[in-house]
T-cell receptor
Framework: GAGVSQSPSNKVTEKGKDVELRCDPI?????LYWYRQSLGQGLEFLIY????????KSGLPSDRFSAERTGGSVSTLTIQRTQQEDSAVYLC?????????????FGPGTRLTVL | AQTVTQSQPEMSVQEAETVTLSCTYD???????LFWYKQPPSRQMILVIR??????QNATENRFSVNFQKAAKSFSLKISDSQLGDAAMYFC????????????FGKGTRLSVIA
């Protein structure tokens, strides 16, 4: 089936604006993660959703960041009042925890540029 | 907290030769998983190989193999018969045993393949 998809592929915004990034996980995958990849850095965990449980928000860098997952499928990461340090690639991954291999499958990411 | 260190920001290899990428990690856990992901310019993170810590046998996937030294907390990736398509960023990642925990990534190694 289709892999993890993310939109938009690229987003350029002005400092202070709000942005929404979308992730469509693999159908049937029970868990979803958001990561951030800043220039020259590895991936940094942001937030995790599993089924109907409360999300693990321990990686969110500030209260300007929030995310939701509607209907156990699509997820939206929202960044309010964007700052230049928010510029990064935002990657989403999904996993089938009931599957044979508990491997995270990644989307192509959204490159966010804050001017 | 767990940490992953990749000490080689950049590596290069001649086509058809063998190259080894280094990774060390720090953890107090005894049960965990280790991964190597490849990230080409398309930004898509692709799983290359995974290793369960409880398995002594090193994982192998075609031209890719690992040297897992649990006592030394070392997890290197060997690429044999390098191909031009192997050029990418390679990330080493750690995950605690429960399948729903997020990945902890190193900062990556950029591999160039010279024709």
């Amino acid at each position: 089936g289709a892999g993890v998809s993310q939109s938009p592929s690229n987003k350029v915004t002005e400092k202070g604006k709000d942005v929404e990034l979308r992730c469509d996980p693999i159908s049937g995958h029970t868990a979803l993660y958001w990561y951030r990849q800043s220039l020259g850095q590895g991936l940094e965990f942001l937030i995790y959703f599993q089924g109907n449980s409360a999300p693990d928000k321990s990686g969110l860098p500030s209260d300007r960041f929030s995310a939701e997952r509607t209907g156990g499928s699509v997820s939206t990461l929202t960044i309010q009042r964007t700052q230049q340090e928010d510029s990064a690639v935002y990657l989403c991954a999904s996993i089938d925890l009931a599957g044979v291999t508990d491997t995270q499958y990644f989307g192509p990411g959204t490159r966010l540029t804050v001017l | 907290a767990q940490t992953v260190t990749q000490s080689q920001p950049e590596m290069s290899v001649q086509e058809a030769e063998t190259v080894t990428l280094s990774c060390t990690y720090d953890t107090s856990e005894s049960d965990y998983y280790l991964f190597w992901y490849k990230q080409p310019p398309s930004r898509q993170m692709i799983l290359v190989i995974r290793q369960e810590a409880y398995k002594q046998q090193n994982a192998t996937e075609n031209r890719f193999s690992v040297n897992f030294q649990k006592a030394a907390k070392s997890f290197s990736l060997k690429i044999s018969d390098s191909q031009l398509g192997d050029a990418a960023m390679y990330f080493c990642a750690y995950r605690s045993a429960p399948g729903n925990t997020p990945l902890v990534f190193g900062k990556g190694t950029r591999l160039s393949v010279i024709a």
